[in-house]
């Protein structure tokens, strides 16, 4: 980007956040998780383990809080007496929520990080230098870092043979992300652009979403006006942007929400209140 | 008549060798034969044409130079594409519908080569293959790192069918990353094929620019 860039195209850098920043979006993927029908069986994460390449770190390194699980199943208790209570659990899957206006972009000093003209907020894995201010900055705490060579260990032979070849196994010292399964949207483009069509709903569909048994998971494109996710992020009353939502609080029905919203982060994945029966 | 430099030299030498062997050389002839080696190493090194670049593309630019990859079987190129004029993509099926070109099985070398050329050395040695049932171990030569995302499909969709390009020139597309193929015997690696290379090409014929476009 040259100064004569700047100076030519000022209008256009300058675009308010509600019209999308400075991005010239195709796509914007979102995703909807209802925790309503989560029951917590962690094969999301599982799926996301076999399709990114992700290491198994061990115990050791589990409880120093290197663990490299790009989707965590979070546990809540909504009685808090008693470590374990009997009922009352909740599970929130969190994973990165690829925001409109990340956070951890503006900070990596070699704009490894960055958002596609797809709405995702990619990581160059190859670029990384291993600053960790990235994930530093990330308020949902969804970006790992390779502290060990775990390629080594993690996949002794014949076990090397399941990895992914569409996705690079990281190294010692890069930072890593979910990216919503950029490798099955780049196949999903190419598979379009050769049958001569745009993309429709559900060519794309991520590994956790793909694993989900209850069904709980829904991705698609929210630019898209007839795509389930979009659909879905109209039914509850959530949009785009970065601002405050307005929505119907009365109305029980409505039960969409964006975590850390009131940060103005923008995030992609659209969370559907747990609703309970009885009292915990 | 076409005059290969490099395969005339080995011809020479060889025979040379053999004659050392048998302990039958004298002076004159070793004089006679570095003469004659000095007349081979003037000759021109090729006696065809440049290959054309396509009119629609702006071709990459960039040089490499490495060394001879030694093959399990010294694979001639050139004699298959210039003296035979076989298109790239009868071998190197795979090219126009996936991200590798592919190396053709053996299978497809002995459909030919079950009746063409058979008291050769080198086709003795892949009907041995043949007859074990293995395959020759190749080795790569142009490869990129595993961060890299290439589609032979993609590209030569976007410069040979799109455009309506005649596919019977299609090595002149190919050539572009691949140099001459057509005067080499085993493929050699002639162009960089690193990022600045790449992205100049994308940049001068209108290709994405995004990072995750290429890398992975």
Known sequence: ?280 | MQVERRTLLRKLVCSLRGRMRMKTVTIKQLLSFSVLAFVVSILPAKSYAELPVPAHITPPVGEHESPIVPQPIEFPHDRHVNDMKINCMYCHTYARRSKVAGIPPTSKCMGCHKVIATDKPRIQQLTEYWEKGESPKWLKVHDVPDYVHFTHEKHIRKFVFDEKFPVEDVQQVCGLCHGEVRGMTVAEKKKPLNMGFCQRCHEANGGPGDCWACHK
């Open chain 1, 1 to 280: 980007m040259s100064f004569k860039n700047i100076l030519e195209n000022f209008s256009y850098y300058r675009r308010d956040a509600e019209d999308g920043g400075h991005h010239e979006y195709d796509h914007r993927f979102g995703m909807t998780i209802d925790l309503d029908i989560c029951t917590g069986c962690n094969s999301c994460s599982t799926a996301c383990y076999a399709e990114n390449n992700l290491a198994v770190v061990g115990k050791e390194r589990f409880e120093k809080g290197q663990a490299m699980h790009w989707m965590r199943v979070e546990r809540y208790w909504d009685n808090i007496e008693g470590d374990y209570a009997e009922e009352g659990a909740k599970f929130l899957p969190m994973l990165c929520q690829n925001c409109g206006a990340a956070t951890c972009e503006p900070v990596c000093p070699v704009a490894a990080t960055y958002h596609t003209p797809d709405g995702l907020n990619a990581q160059v894995y190859n670029r990384c230098i291993g600053s960790r201010y990235c994930s530093n900055n990330c308020p949902f705490r969804v970006r790992y870092f390779n502290f060990w060579s775990y390629y080594e260990d993690s996949w002794p032979e014949p076990l090397n043979m399941q990895l992914n070849p569409d996705l690079s196994v990281r190294d010692k010292g890069v930072m890593e992300k979910c990216t919503f399964c950029i490798q099955r949207i780049r196949t999903a483009k190419d598979k379009a652009q050769r049958e001569e069509r745009v993309m429709a709903d559900g060519d794309v569909v991520t590994a956790c979403a793909q694993a989900c048994p209850t069904g709980a998971i829904v991705f698609g494109d929210t630019m898209d006006p007839d795509s389930r996710v979009s659909k879905l992020w109209e039914k509850h009353q959530v949009h785009r942007g970065p601002f405050l939502q307005k929505k119907d609080k009365t109305n029980e029905e409505i039960r969409g929400y964006r975590i850390f919203d009131e940060l103005n982060v923008d995030p992609s994945i659209l969370y559907l209140e747990r609703v309970r029966d009885t009292e915990v």
